[in-house]
């Protein structure tokens, strides 16, 4: 039985990359960083370690270099599996460290495995290709804040675009609200509330750029510009401790420029439904919210994957995060259920708790923004949603979407 080192910093993706591996009879072994990593490894060297790239503390690149200068790890197959550093110049940089086999984030189980079988075989004939010479400090130092940059720069396009989509949605509504002059008081409630959070999310998106990323990326330009300055006098004058002071200064902005990028992330779009899907997100988010409020919560989901187009995927999500908000605030309840079902050609969504019970007259009222913002959402997939409570008996939320206009919603 092969044992299998698994460095993986986002907790839900260990957990699936593990339950995957064991089911195909691998020992596993999990690690949250590079620091980690090297220290399990070290006690107990694995057969091959399959690592992520975007770590805080150590990240996937150092951790390469490293494990190809330790004596006792050196021999050991390493592969790299991202779905942040997809950039060809970022594959050819790990590969320049040492590691034998690239892999983007997401693959097809079967796909993953027969690669990692294809690396497990090939370095047991000798024929994995001879590691290159060890990287020299200061090229891999350039190389890595070359990775960083196309990274963030990335990350900040896509900010940018998300800010001019949010403004320009923001303008068709206003546009479009100057053309219809008749509108119920509660639809333009419910118009002020959604434009109410996105500037929220602008100004918080803003701030996050403008007050840490810029912070972290201008010191680390300034620090990087001076140590180039020192090593390219003909007479080196800098210490070595001076220069491994400063590396370390680099590498904590370094890492607070990778968190502040994963906080605007989040704050944009969630990001585990891309990774992991409908099933899985759902899974994660009950979890973190019973850790959160200590609310148990309990999950019925289709032991079978639901095929839902992204937008479906993420309307439902938003619904369920929605619905667990008003349980944290106003439920009072101890338990909360969470069910996805298919019954014939519909797909059924229930989210019940134990708690108090909405009153009836809150259910329609014109202030009740977020239970406006669930039906729309429930309405522009062709469903309906429906709330219903009793006093000291809890509150249900039921959606009820068509199987095929969710599995196609342009």
């Known amino acids: 039985m092969a044992h299998i080192l698994v460095v993986e910093d986002r907790e839900q993706d260990r957990y699936m990359l593990q339950v995957l591996l064991e089911g195909h009879g691998y020992a596993v072994t999990a690690a949250a960083n590079g620091i980690e990593a090297l220290q399990i490894a070290t006690r107990n060297p694995p057969d091959l370690i399959v690592a992520d790239l975007l770590m805080p503390g150590m990240d996937g690149f150092a951790l390469c270099r490293q494990w190809r200068q330790d004596a006792r790890l050196k021999d ?18 790990a590969l320049s460290l040492g590691a034998d086999r690239c892999m983007i984030k997401p693959q097809e189980p079967d796909v993953f495995i027969q690669g990692l079988l294809k690396v497990l075989e090939e370095h047991r004939a000798g024929r994995l290709r001879a590691h290159p010479p060890a990287v020299q400090d200061m090229a891999y130092l350039q190389q890595h804040n070359e990775a960083l940059n196309r990274k963030l720069g990335q990350k900040l396009a896509q900010v940018e675009v998300g800010k001019q989509a949010l403004e320009e949605e923001a303008g068709a509504r206003m546009r479009a609200e ?3 002059k008749v509108f119920s008081q509660q639809l333009k409630n419910l118009a002020a509330h959604i434009e109410s959070v996105r500037e929220d999310e602008r100004g918080s998106v803003g701030r996050e750029i403008h007050d840490e990323l ?18 390219s006098k003909p007479n080196i004058t800098i210490s070595r401790q001076d220069t491994v002071e400063r590396i370390e200064r680099m590498l904590k902005s370094i890492d607070a420029a990778i968190q502040t990028v994963r906080k605007i992330s989040t704050l944009l779009r969630p990001t585990v439904l891309d990774d992991l899907g409908l099933l899985a997100a759902i899974e994660w988010h009950a979890q973190d919210f019973q850790a959160r409020t200590g609310i148990r919560t309990r999950v019925r989901l289709p032991s079978q994957g639901v095929q839902l187009s992204p937008e479906a995927t993420r309307a439902l999500f938003r619904i369920i995060q929605e619905s667990l908000t008003n349980v944290a605030q106003h439920a ?17 969504l229930s989210v019940s708790d134990n708690g108090q019970g909405i009153p009836e007259y809150k259910i329609e009222h014109p202030r009740s923004l977020g239970l406006l913002g669930m039906k729309e959402r429930a309405i522009l997939l062709g469903g309906d949603l429906s709330v219903s409570g009793k006093p000291a008996k809890g509150t ?4 009820k979407v068509p199987l095929q206009r969710a599995a196609n919603v342009p």
């Open 76 to 93: 050991i197959p390493f592969v790299v599996y991202t779905a942040t550093y997809t950039d060809v110049r970022d594959q050819e940089f």
């Open 178 to 180: 100057q053309q219809v």
């Open 214 to 231: 810029g912070q972290h990326l201008t010191g680390l330009k300034i620090t990087a510009f001076l140590l180039a300055r020192e090593f």
């Open 332 to 348: 009072k309840a101890s338990r909360v259920d969470i069910k996805l079902q298919q019954r014939k050609d519909l797909l059924w």
């Open 396 to 399: 249900t939320v039921t959606v």
